[in-house]
């Protein structure tokens, strides 16, 4: 069961689509404190910033493409994770470090490659977008 009081990992993006590099992370994230929190941010049909300008997937789409994703590997939405909408996020700023954590992670080139443009482009050609 998700427990809201529990140290928690943020994940915070537009996840358009949730594909395999996402996955990866949230594996690593999930690995440091049991539970991740994955905020998504409402930007369909907005800009998410320099070069974030194609979001064609809703609130919905992207919560059952995360649902999909994760329960491939055996994760339940309410028990390792929980989904959350956020507003159009683009900055982060904090006045000190109080109990936060900012921690970038690295992969291998096949994951870090992966890119969530490329597979909107595949989606478009193949119709399915």
């Given amino acids: 069961m998700f427990d809201w009081k529990k140290p928690t990992v943020q994940m915070l993006g537009r996840w358009q689509p949730w ?3 996402h996955q990866a992370l949230f594996k690593r994230c999930l690995a440091k404190t049991g539970q991740v929190i994955i905020q998504v941010r409402d930007v ?8 974030q300008d194609d979001n ?3 609130w919905d789409t992207v919560c059952k493409n995360i649902e999909d994703g994760l ?3 055996g994760f339940k939405r309410g028990k390792e994770y929980e989904i959350m909408l956020v507003p159009n996020i683009t900055n982060i700023t904090y006045g000190r ?3 936060y954590v900012f921690e970038e992670e690295s992969f291998d080139e096949a994951t870090s490659n992966i ?3 490329k ?3 595949k989606l478009r050609e193949d119709g399915d977008l």
């Fill in 56 to 58: 064609p997937f809703d």
């Fill in 115 to 117: 890119s969530a443009t």
């Fill in 119 to 121: 597979i909107r482009k």
């Fill in 19 to 21: 594909h395999d590099g």
């Fill in 71 to 73: 329960s491939q590997d």
């Fill in 44 to 51: 369909m049909g907005a800009s998410g910033g320099d070069g």
């Fill in 97 to 99: 470090g109080v109990g």
